[in-house]
């Protein structure tokens, strides 16, 4: 086991955290992260307006248009917001100007769509390439405008202000050829060569859309980020670099079926992860907190009754490194198993359709069963999958439990011992 | 003595802020403990930190918050896994310890 360890260590762990930290996806990482807060308060309008029961939703449904308004406003322009966050975040890793990077990538982003024209209402621009299906256009924009910001600022290709005329415009002026050069660029690509950038970048990572939302698309994930945590490193936010967006194209079309009225597509948006899978934190801990709370040794019932309310919201880094889980060979087969099983099973009944898929996006901490009923739109039967889940992995984790907790016995007797030497 | 806590999103680290916080009472230790997220270090940092830890699940950034505290040059240091628990505050006073003296 411990040479397994060793492996890890050697092998996935670098390569993967290489990946996470390489600097476009970091970027990537954290211009997405700011958007969060949006799609989270957004999404509740969708609650509001379609609101689990019959009744109230009966009653809501002259004003759902207008309650949908700021979900429409913020979801529905999340790869526009994500993008200026993205060059923000891509400019500020090369120390060049953050503000400048976001303008520009926003610009270059824009720029792959076309308005149409109405003849009454003017000039109006599609929504549709600017939500969460734009995602990887976003992305891509976002890259293309900061590194010719890059190229241009490390070629000194930049109007130089006087000494004397203040930092703020100096930077704006910087920015200035780069936008010369980026417009255009995308204009003549866009608009009159004809090449749609738009629906070219987005099949292109359809295939990969596709996968996350198969079965192995899902337990990919899971196994590695359990990998991860087994080795003691943040496998949501190592893996979640690379595949949010991904997740949030799934969670958009959904969200997208939901506000139409029509059936959700996709099992496998975030909160899929989050409340079916990682139930009290990565590897499902919730199970082993609870055999905790009523352990025979002293050590382990305190780390239960320490762990249980972090446990509750999701956040298990204490029962990682504390019991620990982390390199704990006794521990680590349910650690492992637990969230296969579990997220199996899930995807499983939601094909069957037993439980609405998950399209809503609610904060990670609250409980699993709350989480879960939010995050289906109002779904009892979310909240039966989760303590079945729940039951699964705690049934799953009592013999190593009981193994590790007669090794925690024998080391508490010895350490006694040893005292009254 | 200010001491800063960085883990993922600042919450796993709060938990562990208090484990510090009862220990340093108990020792009579005067210790100003604070939890943030990644992505707040670089801002934080300006105010005047003593030590940055760094919680055990990030420690493949190290590199990263060591050159963004390398300007204001506080002292960084990752926490022993063993210490980052509601049980660990001992073991993280005697690693800040070791740091600043």
Not at chain 1, 60 to 67: D, F, N
Not at chain 1, 223 to 242: C, E, K, N, P, Y
Not at chain 1, 286 to 313: H, N, Q, W
Not at chain 1, 339 to 346: D, F, Q, S
Request: charged fraction near 15%; include cysteine; aromatic fraction near 10%.
């Amino acid at each position: 086991m411990d040479k397994f360890f060793q492996l890890l260590d050697r092998y996935l762990i670098p390569v993967m955290t290489r990946m996470s930290e390489q600097r476009h996806l970091r970027a990537v990482r954290d211009g997405i992260i700011s958007t969060i807060p949006l799609i989270i308060v957004g999404s509740f309008f969708l609650i509001i307006a379609f609101p689990p029961i019959p009744a109230l939703a009966e009653a809501v449904k002259p004003y759902a248009g207008k309650i949908l308004l700021p979900f429409r406003l913020t979801m529905g322009l999340m790869a526009l917001y994500a993008c200026h966050s993205i060059g923000y975040y891509l400019a500020r890793s090369y120390k060049l100007d953050g503000v400048s990077g976001g303008v520009l990538a926003m610009a270059a982003f824009l720029l792959t769509s076309v308005p149409l024209t109405f003849e009454d209402k003017g000039l109006a621009l599609s929504m549709e390439g600017l939500g969460g299906g734009g995602m990887f256009v976003a992305i891509v924009m976002a890259i293309f405008a900061v590194e010719v910001l890059r190229f241009t600022k490390e070629r000194k290709l930049i109007i130089k202000m006087p000494e004397g005329v203040p930092d703020s415009v100096a930077r704006s002026f910087e920015a200035l050829i780069p936008a010369a050069v980026i417009i255009p660029a995308v204009w003549v690509l866009r608009d009159v060569v004809g090449f749609d950038i738009q629906r070219f970048v987005t099949e292109l990572f359809q295939p990969l859309v596709m996968a996350g939302n198969t079965l192995g698309g899902i337990l990919a994930p899971v196994i590695i980020i359990t990998l991860l945590w087994a080795t003691g490193i943040h496998g949501d936010s190592v893996v979640g670099t690379v595949a949010r967006p991904v997740w949030l194209v799934l969670l958009d079309q959904n969200i997208a079926a939901a506000a139409a009225g029509q059936p959700i597509p996709n099992i496998a948006p975030e909160p899929f992860f989050q409340w079916f899978v990682w139930i009290g934190g990565s590897g499902a801990t919730i199970g082993l907190v609870l055999l905790m709370l009523r352990s025979k040794s002293p050590y382990l019932r305190s780390m239960g009754r320490a762990t249980f309310l972090p446990g509750v919201c999701n956040i298990n880094e204490p029962v990682i490194f504390g019991v620990p889980v982390m390199l704990n060979p006794l521990l680590f087969v349910p650690f492992l198993l637990g969230p296969v099983l579990i997220a199996t099973l899930t995807y499983f009944t939601m094909q069957l359709g037993l439980v609405t898929k998950p399209y809503i996006l609610v904060p990670w901490t609250l409980p699993a069963p709350i989480g879960a009923y939010l995050a289906t739109g109002g779904d009892w039967r979310a909240i039966v999958l989760v303590i079945v889940n729940i039951i699964i992995v705690t049934v799953l984790y009592y013999p190593f439990f009981q193994a590790y907790e007669r090794k925690m016995l024998r080391e508490e007797a010895g350490a006694i011992q040893e005292e009254t030497k | 003595m200010n001491v800063l806590l960085v883990c993922s999103g600042g919450m796993s680290s709060a938990i562990v802020v208090k484990a510090i916080q009862s220990e340093a009472g108990k020792k009579g230790l005067a210790m100003n403990v604070k939890s943030i997220g990644a992505g707040e270090l670089r801002e934080q940092l300006k105010t005047g930190w003593d030590v940055v830890l760094v919680a055990p699940q990030v420690r493949h950034r190290l590199a990263e918050f060591q050159e963004a505290a390398a300007e204001s040059g506080v002292p960084v240091a990752l926490i022993p896994p063993q210490g980052y628990s509601p049980l660990g505050g001992a073991v993280v006073i005697a690693e800040i310890q070791k740091i600043v003296k």
